[in-house]
Nanobody, 123 residues
Framework: QVQLVESGGALVQAGGSLRLSCAAS????????MGWFRQTPGKGREFVAG????????NYEDSVKGRFTISRDNAKNTMYLQMNSLKPEDTSVYYC????????????????WGQGTQVTVSS
């Protein structure tokens, strides 16, 4: 069983930065590729960024490329999402996901989800 807890969401002005964290309670964190997804009311949950088990392969949704950086610290069982140059359209609940799978084009969500953290970007 994998338990995930996100933190770091906040209200920030456009152009600002935030760093989200995802702490995992699991014995073998480095067995899991990880990802960040986000969801706004009335829309489905969408992929934001993914990272493989070792941390040397990442993938991003087009609208966040060059602004967001995903990383992980396997020694701390933690994944991060550094978000820079935030835009109002980044406003969403951000979810951590464990067990993402690379399908050759993007990461598809795995089984385990955190509870989400709210990011609100004001214009």
């Amino acid at each position: 069983q994998v338990q995930l807890v996100e933190s770091g969401g906040a209200l920030v002005q456009a152009g600002g930065s935030l760093r989200l964290s995802c702490a995992a309670s699991v014995r073998n964190f480095d067995d899991y590729a990880m990802g960040w997804f986000r969801q706004t009311p009335g829309k489905g949950r969408e992929f934001v960024a993914g990272i493989n088990w070792y941390g040397d392969k990442t993938n991003y949704e087009d609208s966040v490329k060059g602004r967001f950086t995903i990383s992980r610290d396997n020694a701390k069982n933690t994944m991060y999402l550094q978000m820079n140059s935030l835009k109002p359209e980044d406003t969403s609940v951000y979810y951590c996901n464990a067990g993402v799978v690379w399908n050759g084009r993007t990461y598809v969500n795995g089984t385990y989800w955190g509870q989400g953290t709210q990011v609100t970007v004001s214009s």
